[in-house]
């Protein structure tokens, strides 16, 4: 598990499947704003926001314009209908929002929720819903990642990681650099990480020469991990050390636990599966963009 090689740097935009953009420009179709099913969340900071612009006690707002959702505040639909109810219908077609200067971030983000950029059937599918999708210039890849707090979603993993980092090195494990742990084959056990996790991975080794098929990890140099630093987390707080191993399998679940919690928080889809499946998929979109 020790030893290093460094990889150029790759940017988290190469390794989404719209690393060249997308195109959107909102039409005014309202679509987004209408139907049943759609729920948007709104933060204290949010409710009191729209209650400021519509000069309302915050209390009042609340009771008037929200209602309670597994643990969270969320917007009332028009009654019957499911639209937003602050939706305005123009008579050429278009709409328009009465609470535009203060309408909440998930509305602002859109179409460039998390769900939405999961890959490119989810987008083509709200293409079928969002006149604006597929219309107008392309925008970059960074930018979508920004609209989409995604950068800020990545910041909160590199935080749970350290957490993480600072917890095992605390209960004193032994690793003993035996690479078995790497070699899955001839361990007997599979992987499993989130998409994110991957995503991070990819960014410290060099899939253009992995062989998926292989069922070894890109990073397994001379059974050493070339990539440590870059670890997902099962690989972070795995030792071979029995004194240990209770420990490490209970924070290894915790942190589990956390990980999935940090995706619903910003609303990033629970991609959880084998971390080789996962590099497969990455390693196409790398290939492709370099």
């Known amino acids: 598990m020790g030893g290093g090689g460094a990889v150029a740097a790759v940017a988290d935009s190469t390794l989404s499947w719209y690393a060249d ?43 008037r314009h ?7 505040r969320v917007l009332l ?12 219908r123009n008579a050429d077609g278009t709409t328009g929002c009465r609470v535009n200067a203060a309408k909440p971030d998930q509305c602002g983000m859109y ?44 910041g909160a993993l590199e935080t749970l990681l350290e957490e993480l980092d600072a917890e095992v090195q605390a209960l004193d ?7 078995n742990c790497c070699d899955f084959e001839a361990a007997g056990h599979r992987l499993y990480t989130s998409r994110a996790e991957a995503e991070r991975f990819a960014k410290g080794v060099d899939l253009r020469g992995w062989d998926p098929d292989s069922g070894l990890c890109p990073a397994w140099k ?7 630093e870059h670890r997902p987390m099962a690989c ?5 050390d029995p004194r240990t191993e209770e420990l490490t399998n209970a924070i290894t679940e915790r942190y589990t636990t956390a990980l999935k919690a940090l995706h619903e928080r910003h609303r990033v889809p629970w991609d959880y599966r084998d971390f080789l499946a996962h590099l497969g998929d990455i390693q196409q979109t790398v290939v492709k963009h370099r």
């Not at 179709?29 to 948007?40: L, R, T």
């Not at 494990?173 to 690479?179: E, K, L, M, R, V």
């Open 21 to 63: 953009g997308l195109r959107f420009s909102c039409a005014r179709c309202g679509n987004c704003c209408a139907g049943k099913g759609s729920v948007v969340i709104v933060t204290r900071r949010e409710r009191e926001a729209l209650a400021n612009h519509l000069g309302l006690a915050i209390d009042e707002f609340e009771e």
């Open 66 to 72: 929200t209602r309670a959702s597994l643990g969270e």
């Open 77 to 88: 639909d028009v009654p019957g209908g499911g639209d937003c109810e602050w939706l305005e």
């Open 111 to 154: 179409p460039f929720w998390p769900r939405v950029l999961q890959d490119r059937d989810a987008w083509d599918a709200e293409g079928r819903s969002c006149a604006g999708i597929g219309a107008g210039a392309a925008i970059s890849a960074d930018d979508i990642d920004a609209r989409a707090g995604l950068e800020v979603f990545r």
């Open 173 to 179: 494990a032994t690793c003993w650099i035996s690479g």
């Open 222 to 228: 001379e059974r050493r991990c070339t990539a440590r």
């Open 236 to 240: 972070r707080s795995y030792f071979c």
